[in-house]
Structures are given as C-alpha cells and as structure tokens.
C-alpha cells in the first residue's frame, strides 16, 4: 500500500491550500484516516482525523480553519487548510488504516511541505 500527497507549497499568511492524499495498492477496506504535522524540531502532532462514515476530529490549533474530507470511492483524503498562519508551517503526513488481506495496518505517506510567510 502506498500512500501519495500532494498539494503542499509555499503560501502568504491568511492563504489557503488543499493537501490531499490518495491510497493505493491491494486494498480491502480503508478505515480511518488523518493528517498529522511535524514542524521543524518539534514532534509530530495530530492534526484532523476522519472515520470512513465521515465523523471528524480536530486539533484545537486547526479547528474552524482546517476542514479533512474523504472519497471513499477514490481511497483519498483531503485537507482544506484556511486562513493559514506562521505556526502552520510544518511537514503534513497523511496517514491510513488499511486493511490488506485479513489484517489491518498503518501506513504513512512520505510528507508534504507546508510554509506560510511574507
């Protein structure tokens, strides 16, 4: 299974960006699905999940600015980031449950560079 992003770049503060993510490989099912972040020197942190129902949960630093979304049909996840500011910059990670065979596992994406400045 390999997990595919896209979209990062660099963007003004106040500016948006739409990361996504798409899963491919020998999938069964896709469980849940995320994105986290890592700044430079700091750990990684959870930033917006999203069940296969659609439930979502937020990071307070994201909320009301950041919206995750799925296409089940397409194993993809989106990351609609608004209102970005100097603290957002940091590498995005999406991340998946995949169920390959019989056994559900982790996967991680490869990274995403996000920087926001003037």
């Known amino acids: 299974v390999q997990l595919v992003e896209s979209g990062g770049g660099l963007v003004q503060p106040g500016g948006s960006l739409r990361l996504s993510c798409a899963a491919s490989?020998?999938?069964?099912?896709?469980?849940?699905m995320a994105w986290y972040r890592q700044a430079s020197g700091k750990q990684r942190e959870l930033a917006a999940t999203?069940?296969?129902?659609?439930?979502?949960n937020y990071a307070d630093s994201v909320k009301g600015r950041f919206t995750i979304s799925r296409d089940n049909a397409k194993n993809t996840v989106y990351l609609q980031m608004n209102g970005l500011r100097p603290d957002d910059t940091a590498v995005y990670y999406c991340?998946?449950?995949?169920?390959?065979?019989?056994?559900?596992?982790?996967?991680w994406g490869q990274g995403t560079q996000v920087t926001v400045s003037s």
């Open positions: 991340f998946a449950v995949v169920q390959v065979g019989s056994t559900p596992n982790n996967y």
């Open positions: 490989g020998n999938i069964v099912t896709v469980y849940n």
């Open positions: 999203i069940a296969p129902i659609g439930t979502t």
